[in-house]
């Protein structure tokens, strides 16, 4: 995982009352984010395409999470704590429908990950979500979706065979491993495939084109 973008702006030093702002505020939008999601996973609503109270909780965290990073950088973990930082890369996992703010966090992350200020996983993750969005392979098998055969699958991987690798630089489990813990939690949540698959992946190709993920 590389940097090509340019050198990221220097932020001056912030007040400790500010930042125990920020932390607070970043802990409050993930927890919304995981209680708004089990909600809707509780009468299977979450499962039915991209639900609109989770969208409209997403859009708003992603929103502040920008205005955070245009004052303050990256929160990493010397800045917000190791709990803050990680409800920072959740919410900017969880901005799918802002393309912008998740190459740039992207990019912001993976300098972070250099000096040890974030995980490399979250990096991973979050790079696997981008480039399957856009249409690319994945290279850690981090993202799946249920196929046509109605299965709970890794969507495309670039490099298949060096999959396992990878994420064992990264400290993860085989891939077959991750599948079968995937497809075990999908069924104690009642997550289940889509009734019409063909009609999803039409939707979901529209949705991917508005949103500004591919032309």
């Not at 409209?56 to 955070?68: C, P």
């Not at 799946?144 to 400290?171: C, K, N, Q």
């Not at 599948?179 to 009609?199: F, I, T, Y």
């Amino acid at each position: 995982m590389t940097v090509t973008s340019e050198q990221p702006m220097l932020h001056t030093p912030r007040p400790p009352s500010e930042l125990d702002a920020v932390r607070a505020e970043l802990l409050a939008m993930a927890a919304e984010d995981l209680r708004v999601r089990e909600e809707l996973a509780q009468d299977g609503s979450l499962f039915d395409g991209y639900h609109p109270r989770m969208r409209e909780v997403h859009e708003r965290n992603a929103a502040r999470l920008a205005a955070i990073l245009d004052r303050h950088g990256w929160p990493g973990r010397s800045l917000v704590g190791d709990a803050a930082a990680d409800s920072a890369w959740l919410v900017l996992q969880h901005a799918i429908g802002n393309p912008e703010l998740q190459r740039r966090g992207l990019e912001a992350l993976t300098i972070a990950a250099q000096t040890g200020e974030a995980p490399r996983l979250q990096v991973a993750m979050l790079e696997d979500l981008i480039r399957c969005n856009e249409g690319r392979g994945q290279r850690y098998g981090t993202q799946l979706d249920w196929d046509e055969h109605g299965a709970l699958s890794p969507l495309p991987i670039e490099d298949e065979a060096g999959v396992d690798a990878r994420r064992a630089e990264l400290g993860l489990s085989p891939l077959a491993e991750h599948v079968r813990r995937k497809r075990e939690l999908a069924e104690q949540s009642g997550e289940r495939p889509p009734n019409d698959w063909r009609a999803r992946q039409r939707s979901k190709e529209e949705w991917l084109r508005q949103t500004g993920w591919r032309k």
